[in-house]
């Protein structure tokens, strides 16, 4: 046996919970309500270009590392008009393979091993692993409580002098928090007080209730110069497995995330660039209006599941995934809560210690609202049977 050690940086980490109640969903045959799958048609029009551009070759070679031009001035379009962000689509937007891939270079990019990079509790778990494989040291934010409120103190004390970047996810996965410009001008106050990078991940924009406005960070003059935007389409047309989406950011420092992008991944597949790129022009707005109505049915009926069952869920007010606390259970580990809940009602979860730095994880799970309407019935049926315990 090869006695060759792998790298101390990945040393630790292990398959995300995520990735393993799938494999344990599949395995049972259960409906799985823990990874964001999003199985919801694909719309036409974004599957008829990318099927046209397969067949014509000079669609098919690689594209520049940032994207082909025409997607990124529909990019700059859209986020002049939906976001307030006005944007260069020659030098300050770069098409990746996916936000994670996006995440992924603007870290290798813009920041040193040992930066400290600041997570707010609940945090999305590949924000922490990629962190972690950079080598940046991860600052947890802790959980403010169920109301989610932004505790500007619990910052203040989290940060140190190793401290370089903080990142914000909104609408939240997976609370489905969303940040208002008050809170975001707070942020603003913290990161020029400390010259902090601000990453926000608003890969969930669309999927909002209520009417709450989503409010992109970099819309904020006082944000603007220092706030690297990651967003997706993998979401918003139902094409997780494209792997596509875009970065924003100041003319300086998307240069330095373009070259790490184009070392990692060289660019974002061409077809599917063109398919997406059809999605900018041809996608009515009615269809972004009736995610919001579609989505936040799906919301109230799990919700109202869980609450009927005894898992109490933190309503979310934006993104389609919904914490519940297990707290009346008794189980005191998240992993074992999931299990057991798989095994009985074939429904899959994800722990949420997945989520979590603290304690406070094991007593939450995150399930997905994403799937069809027959599915989610179906798993709301049988999230019923735990009305009477396990």
């Not at 609370?175 to 601000?198: C, D, F, P, Q, R």
């Not at 991940?201 to 935007?229: K, N």
């Not at 933190?314 to 707290?327: E, F, H, K, R, S």
């Not at 730095?357 to 999230?383: P, W």
């Amino acid at each position: 046996m090869s006695q060759f050690q792998p790298a101390r940086r990945i040393t630790g980490l292990v398959q995300s919970d995520i990735r393993a109640m799938t494999k344990e969903c599949i395995r049972l045959g259960g409906i799985n309500l823990g990874q964001g799958l999003c199985e919801l048609p694909t719309p036409t029009p974004v599957i008829e270009a990318a099927q046209a551009a397969l067949a014509e070759e000079t669609k098919s070679i690689y594209s520049s590392p940032e994207g082909i031009l025409p997607l990124r001035q529909a990019i700059a379009r859209k986020l002049e008009k939906e976001n307030g962000i006005k944007a260069n689509p020659e030098t300050e937007i770069i098409v990746v393979n996916g936000s994670t891939g996006g995440y992924a270079a603007t870290l290798m990019a813009l920041l040193n091993p040992g930066d400290g990079i600041l997570l707010f509790e609940p945090f999305y778990g590949y924000h922490l692993n990629a962190a972690i494989l950079a080598e940046l040291q991860p600052q947890f934010i802790p959980f403010p409580g169920t109301d989610l409120a932004l505790d500007e103190a619990a910052i203040r004390q989290t940060i140190t002098a190793k401290s370089r970047a903080i990142v914000i996810c909104t609408p939240n996965n997976p609370s489905g928090k969303m940040w208002s410009e008050s809170e975001l001008k707070t942020i603003a106050k913290i990161a020029k007080e400390h010259n902090l990078l601000v990453i926000t991940d608003e890969m969930y924009e669309y999927f909002r209730f209520e009417g709450r406005p989503h409010v992109s960070p970099a819309s904020l003059p006082e944000l603007a110069d220092r706030t690297v935007t990651l967003m997706g389409l993998s979401k918003t047309f139902s094409i997780t497995g494209w792997r596509l989406g875009y970065v924003h950011a100041p003319a300086a420092l998307a240069e330095k995330i373009r070259l790490a992008n184009d070392l990692f991944y060289v660019c974002a597949p061409t077809p599917l660039q063109y398919g997406v790129l059809e999605g900018f022009g041809k996608v009515p707005p009615s269809y972004f209006t009736d995610l919001q109505t579609e989505f936040k049915d799906k919301r109230d009926q799990i919700c109202e599941v869980l609450e009927n069952v005894g898992l109490r869920p933190i309503v979310p007010q934006g993104a389609y995934y919904v914490l519940a606390d297990t707290t009346r259970f008794g189980i005191a580990s998240s992993k074992d809560f999931a299990m057991k809940l798989l095994e009985k009602t074939k429904v899959a979860s994800v722990p949420g210690r997945a989520f979590f730095n603290s304690n406070v994880g094991e007593k939450f799970v995150r399930f997905c609202f994403a799937v069809t309407d027959d599915r989610l019935t179906k798993a709301c049926q049988q999230l019923g049977q735990l009305k009477g315990g396990f």
